[in-house]
């Protein structure tokens, strides 16, 4: 799991590094900003695989960190489409 929340915030970082790059100041502006947020999301989620939460169970701590995980990178996601 934390090999996938690696490879898709790194997926999505190398679109915002390319999106500052070639885009509009405004556009540089918004993409660095959501590079910092996709650092933070990134560290988050992998500190809360290492520690789930007592007294959950398993499976439904994780099903709910997945789908948690693929909300934010959705939000995110979204927000650099519209900065393009």
Sequence with gaps: MKR???QTCLDIFAECVAVSLYGTPKEKECAEALMHTLIKTESDFISRISHPEPGL????YFNDLVNKFNEQISEIINQIKISE
């Design 4 to 6: 996938e929340i690696k």
């Design 57 to 60: 169970p398993a499976k439904a």
